[in-house]
């Protein structure tokens, strides 16, 4: 599976991003999705993940509210809606994919990773 994250970029607090990663290489009704985040000096962590169908979603409890994890299987794209961002949510986000597990939050169970892309809230 290739991951490609998109849509990260500077933004001012209480701003919204929406980031896109489109998928290819396998079939993507047959992978959960999930998103996580790095910021500088601290461990990658869980942001939200969904299930292959799209019909589970869940969340950490630092975004919860705040952001939304979607996807759209026939366009092999999965989505991460941002909103009302806080400097804290300052870090690279990354896409991954899970061939083995029908949703999940620990990274251990993710077999594949996009490249990241930086998010920059400013307050």
């Known amino acids: 599976v290739q991951l490609q994250a998109s849509g990260g970029g500077p933004v001012q607090a209480g701003g919204s991003l929406r980031l896109s990663c489109a998928a290819s290489?396998?079939?993507?009704?047959?992978?959960?999705m999930g998103w996580f985040r790095q910021a500088p000096g601290k461990e990658r962590e869980f942001v939200a993940g969904?299930?292959?169908?799209?019909?589970?979603?869940f969340y950490s409890d630092s975004v919860k509210g705040r952001f939304t994890i979607s996807r759209d299987n026939a366009k092999n794209t999965a989505w991460l809606q941002m909103d009302s961002l806080k400097p804290e949510d300052t870090g690279v986000y990354y896409c991954?994919?899970?061939?083995?597990?029908?949703?999940?939050?620990?990274?251990?169970?993710?077999?594949?990773w996009g490249q990241g892309t930086l998010v920059t809230v400013s307050s």
């Open positions: 290489g396998h079939p993507f009704a047959n992978i959960a």
């Open positions: 991954a994919a899970s061939t083995t597990s029908t949703m999940a939050s620990l990274s251990h169970l993710y077999d594949y």
């Open positions: 969904i299930s292959w169908s799209g019909g589970s979603t």
